[in-house]
């Protein structure tokens, strides 16, 4: 069968405002209600297993071992360094020996294994030179874990297995903790897009990325709903666009109007009361029907 558009009846503004409208509401009916960052998670495998559990086990056991060679490291250096200071004179507050020993301790403990562990991860997940500063920083507070414990007075391989086991286990530690945030970026990144369309549609429907597609096709919808129009309901596709283009494209003679003089205004070349010849204008086809119009 041969399809002419210039056989297909037009719509009114009515109908085509109609059209629009139907469209709208089928795109607010998309919309629905805010989204809710949970509706974004995915179903993952479980990031931990039982050899990670009997891994973190022995990884608690090392540790306390290398906390105890830390804590006496510490202490011994805060003690000559403490002896340092009182030899000098010291003006402001008084230190407490006591109070000086325990800081040092109990900060060097979480410069350690938990330092090397928070900067092994920022050095997977930041970029640039955060990167390699993370990296530099991980591998100074993994020298120090070595370094406190090589001075615990245990012979070389009883003083390397405590930081031996600490640092191996603190790299599964680390990929697994880099997993995780890795799959809450996901989640963060599907969460803002969706959002993002939400916000710009419930502002205004025409942004949103189905409009366009529902708006031809409640347009094609008005056409063969005409009864003039009821040969053409199983037109082609091609076809379908064309007719859909044409009835968009009425409305678009309108755009740009503020380029055009104010009504009323005298036009230019204007002599004695009568107007200028006007001159002729083209004729534009619409909608050209060379390889769309007929099938």
Known sequence: MTYDINDLKELTTAQLDAAREAALKRVQARIGSKPARKDYRREYGPLWTV???????IFCAALAVSSVHILAYSGHEAAASFDRIQAAPLLGLSLD??????????????????????????????AGFERW????????AMAFVVVANLASGLNLFLALLAPAFTIGIGFRLENLIAESLRRNREVDARYRAALDVWEAASQDA???????????????????????NAAFVNAPPAFKRAAVLRELAKETWAEGLDALPTVGAPAAGRTNGHAAPVEAVKAIPLVPTNGTGRH
Do not use: C, N
């Open 97 to 126: 020996p006591g109070f000086y020993g325990l800081v040092h301790q109990f900060g060097f403990i979480l410069l350690a294994e938990a330092a090397m562990l928070l900067f092994f991860v920022l050095y997977r997940t930041r």
């Open 51 to 57: 050899l990670d559990l009997l891994a973190l086990v």
């Open 206 to 228: 025409t942004k949103h990325p189905d409009y366009r597609a529902l708006l031809a096709q409640e347009v094609w919808q008005k056409l063969v709903a005409l009864k003039a």
């Open 133 to 140: 500063l993370s990296l530099a920083l991980a591998v100074a």
